[in-house]
Antibody
Framework: QVQLQESGPGLVKPSETLSLTCTVS????????WSWIRQPAGKGLEWIGR???????NYNPSLKSRVTMSVDTSKNQFSLKLSSVTAADTAVYYC??????????????WGQGTLVTVSS | DIQMTQSPSSLSASVGDRVTITCQAS??????LNWYQQKPGKAPKLLIY???NLETGVPSRFSGSGSGTDFTFTISSLQPEDIATYYC?????????FGQGTKVEIK
C-alpha cells in the first residue's frame, strides 16, 4: 500500500522560500502525477500544482510565479519550493498522487500533511 | 478557473437522517467530479469519483449523482463516524479546484 510522507521546516520567515519534500513508500513513484495541495487553518483546499515523473509540471496560475516542483525518482521523492512567502502561505501542505489514466483526475492517496507557518 | 460552489456550508442532522450536499460548477464539467471526506486533523479521503462511482471500501450509504453543472452528494443514513467536512473537486480543467466544503455535525 502506497504511503506518502511530507517533510520540511515547520517555520519559514517572510520573504524566504518554503521547501517541502514528499517521500513515497510502498510503491514506485514512476508513471503517476504527484501534486501539492494546501489548506489554511479552518479553510478549504487549494491545489498548488503537480509534477509527472518525467519532470513535466502544471502549476496553479495563482501561484505559478513562485512555485517550483521537482522529482527525484532514485529516492522516490518529489519536492515543492514556494518563494517569497507571506503569512498568507501559512497552511497545512499535503502531497497526493493521481493516476495518469484519467489525466490525473482524483487524489488518492494523500500524505498526512505538514503545517508550515510563515512568521518572523 | 472553474469555480465550485457547495451548499450548505454546514449542517446539523440526527443519526439516521438522510443528508444531502450540493455542488455547482461555474461551467459544464460533464461528470468530472469527485467527493472527499475530511475528518478533523486528517487528510481528505476519496469517497466518490466520476460523480457517482463509490471508491472501493467506502460504505454504500454514501452516493453521488449529477452531471453538467449540478451535483449531489448523499449520506442515506447519517452515522456518528460520518462527522467530517465534505469537499467536491472538479477535474475537467486545470487548475484542479475544490468546493469550499460542507461541515456535517450531529444534532
Amino acid at each position: 500500500q502506497v504511503q506518502l510522507q511530507e517533510s520540511g521546516p515547520g517555520l519559514v520567515k517572510p520573504s524566504e522560500t518554503l521547501s517541502l519534500t514528499c517521500t513515497v513508500s510502498g510503491g514506485s513513484i514512476s508513471s503517476y502525477y504527484w501534486s501539492w495541495i494546501r489548506q489554511p487553518a479552518g479553510k478549504g483546499l487549494e491545489w498548488i500544482g503537480r509534477i509527472y515523473t518525467s519532470g513535466s509540471t502544471n502549476y496553479n496560475p495563482s501561484l505559478k510565479s513562485r512555485v517550483t516542483m521537482s522529482v527525484d525518482t532514485s529516492k522516490n521523492q518529489f519536492s515543492l519550493k514556494l518563494s517569497s512567502v507571506t503569512a498568507a502561505d501559512t497552511a497545512v501542505y499535503y502531497c497526493a498522487r493521481s493516476d495518469t489514466a484519467r489525466g490525473g483526475a482524483w487524489f488518492d492517496p494523500w500524505g498526512q500533511g505538514t503545517l508550515v507557518t510563515v512568521s518572523s | 478557473d472553474i469555480q465550485m460552489t457547495q451548499s450548505p456550508s454546514s449542517l446539523s442532522a440526527s443519526v439516521g437522517d438522510r443528508v444531502t450536499i450540493t455542488c455547482q460548477a461555474s461551467q459544464d464539467i460533464s461528470n468530472y467530479l469527485n467527493w472527499y471526506q475530511q475528518k478533523p486533523g486528517k487528510a481528505p479521503k476519496l469517497l466518490i469519483y466520476d460523480a457517482s462511482n463509490l471508491e472501493t471500501g467506502v460504505p454504500s450509504r454514501f452516493s453521488g449523482s449529477g452531471s453538467g453543472t449540478d451535483f449531489t452528494f448523499t449520506i442515506s443514513s447519517l452515522q456518528p463516524e460520518d462527522i467530517a467536512t465534505y469537499y467536491c473537486q472538479q477535474y475537467d480543467n486545470l487548475p484542479r479546484t475544490f468546493g469550499q466544503g460542507t461541515k456535517v455535525e450531529i444534532k
